[in-house]
């Protein structure tokens, strides 16, 4: 079995007092096991509801979402289900439950019933693993942001997931806790080889990943490599994102009359086509 | 005279305990009227403490705050009328939303500053074009709105009292980019209607390069800078010293020049490097 995540023509409503509102309708994707997928969209095209249906936080009303196989309808099975994915959020004050660093992210093998030097063995390699260990004692409310947000990313590494979903992990970081976060999961996902969903407004975290989705209206309008989505400088503006300035100003160069190979996003590349490109 | 001028503004928390702490130490600056002023520094850098002091919120421990040359902790009784000529939105406003209704919501700052009924109207409206709500949600509660929408009406509600200086504590922190440009097109709309000066707390250098006429680089309580964007960003290892970065845009062409090209240390947006490069293109051409 190749994927981790399969989503089967999953069909997800809001239903309000006035009406429904279709999030996902007839919706298909798959997750390949060890990747590292970045899904962008503009607020209310569905992301977050994707997010909570990969780990059965939300169940398809028609359709079915199989985690390694497992339906997350299964009831029986849901535990399953929630440790192999697990599930980092925006916020990260909304998700720290104990007030020693430590207890924190002991918190889900605890529940787990383990015996207590595997717990101990699990929160020491978890916070090696987010460059937190020497912050095991301290309290989670004297910690900045960036690095509350690697404490809740250490308690689900705890639960020695297969999968992490991360909704929008940084949009409330300073830039150097953005980048603390983002190093953490890309080293996850090479090292460690967990499957990755990183949601993101932040287009230039798209080049970490090997694929990347677009999700416009609960469908998905663009998917492939972040050099083939970002060649198109237009579609993506035109789907309500951004694109970074690497990217916009090789595509205004380009249009007077430069030549580049499309998609360059970091300031390396982009430096070296433009000098390329000057001494042609 | 300055607009508004900080003078060796210094604030201490817990003070005459074992735990105080000077959050913002010495610190001085001005800005005058239309100037967009941005304020930049990392996490715990004291931004936040520092904008609490301009409007009252916060007495400062030592130093003070001129607004048209008056110290306004002379009087201390009048402080609400300056809260009145010094909005002040918060981080996250949309969490301050509390009124039954979209209108009273906006209405209760002008309300509270004793604007007569019709004023109060008139501002109302005013503010809430100004923010792209439109009148039929006026009616409808304020939770019943999206996270974009509550977060324009929370700084219609500063807008509606008119002040001549607004200050907006990290304004468009989590949202997209749609959302974002509403924000930053409110601001200088605002700016442009009432020649008012507008402090803004940001995380964002590109933003900073596009809007502010100056800025204020803040590092563990005390100003690290101040100048222009230009002069700020032309100084790349000092903003590093302090966590902070030049523009992605900026970094292109300092790497282009680590690469044997020589352009300006000043370019900041994207407008200006396409300009620069197409110049040095059609330059080399030429030769």
Redesign the interface.
């Known amino acids: 079995m190749n994927n981790i995540i399969e989503f089967n023509n999953v069909t997800y409503n809001y239903s309000s007092e006035d009406a429904d509102y279709i999030v996902l309708k007839d919706f298909n994707l798959n997750i390949k096991k060890g990747s590292f997928t970045v899904i962008l969209g503009h607020n209310g095209s569905g992301k977050s509801t994707l997010a909570k249906l990969m780990n059965g936080l939300y169940k398809p009303q028609s359709g079915s979402v199989l985690v390694n196989g497992i339906n997350t309808l299964d009831e029986e099975l849901d535990l399953k289900v929630k440790s192999t994915v697990g599930m980092v959020f925006q916020n990260p004050d909304n998700q720290i439950v104990a007030s020693v660093v430590e207890e924190d992210v002991a918190f889900g093998p605890e529940n787990l019933g383990l015996p207590q030097e595997e717990i101990r063995q699990r929160v020491d390699s978890a916070l090696k693993t987010v460059n937190m260990y020497e912050h095991k004692n301290d309290m989670p409310h004297k910690l900045s942001g960036g690095q509350k947000q690697r404490i809740a990313i250490a308690g689900v590494i705890a639960m020695l997931p297969e999968c992490i979903v991360l909704d929008e992990p940084t949009a409330m970081l300073d830039p150097k806790g953005r980048q603390d976060v983002i190093d953490t999961i890309y080293k996850l996902n090479k090292e460690h080889g967990i499957t990755i969903v990183l949601i993101t407004h932040f287009m230039e975290q798209a080049k970490y990943a090997d694929r990347v989705l677009v999700l416009n209206n609960g469908e998905i309008t663009a998917d492939g490599t972040p050099i083939e989505v970002f060649s198109k400088p237009e579609f993506l503006k035109n789907s309500g994102l951004d694109i970074p300035q690497t990217t916009e100003l090789i595509f205004e160069l380009a249009k007077k009359g430069l030549n580049f190979k499309n998609g360059i996003i970091s300031v390396d590349d982009t430096a070296n086509a433009i000098a390329a490109a000057l001494r042609k | 005279m300055s607009f508004l001028e900080v003078k060796n503004l210094t604030y201490t928390y817990s003070k005459n305990t074992p735990f105080f702490n000077d959050a913002v130490e010495d610190v001085s600056f001005s800005v005058e009227k239309g100037e967009i002023l941005a304020i930049v520094g ?3 850098s004291g931004k936040s403490t520092l904008v609490q002091h301009l409007n009252g919120l916060i007495k400062p421990t030592k130093g003070e705050i001129l607004f048209c040359g008056q110290n306004i902790w002379n009087n201390e009784k009048n402080i609400s009328s300056i809260r009145s000529k010094i909005g002040l939105v918060f981080q996250y406003p949309e969490y301050q939303l509390f009124e039954e209704t979209v209108f009273k919501d906006i209405a209760f700052g002008p309300k509270n500053l004793g604007f007569s009924e019709q004023e109060i109207n008139e501002s109302v409206l005013n503010s809430a074009k100004l923010v792209g709500i439109s009148q039929e949600y006026f009616n409808k509660s304020p939770f019943d709105l ?3 929408e509550k977060r324009r009406v929370a700084i219609a509600g500063v807008l509606a009292m008119k002040p001549q200086v607004i200050i907006f504590d990290e304004p468009t ?8 440009n509403n924000i930053l097109n409110i601001i200088k709309n605002y700016k442009k209607e009432h020649n008012a000066t507008v402090i803004m707390v940001t ?1 964002s250098m ?1 933003d900073v390069a596009l809007l502010a006429d100056k800025v204020l680089v803040m590092n563990n309580g005390k100003k690290a800078m101040f100048g222009t964007p230009k002069e700020i960003f032309s100084d790349r290892n000092k903003l590093l010293s302090v ?3 030049v ?3 900026t ?3 300092l ?2 020049n ?4 020589n352009f300006e240390s000043n370019i900041i947006t ?1 407008d200006e ?2 300009n620069a ?2 110049n ?2 059609g330059g ?1 051409d030429n030769a």
């Open positions: 990392h996490t715990g999206s996270g974009g922190a989590g949202l997209d980019p749609i959302g974002r995380h590109e966590g902070l970065d523009p992605l845009i970094n292109v062409l790497k282009l680590e690469l044997g090209f994207v490097a396409v490069i197409i040095c293109k080399a």
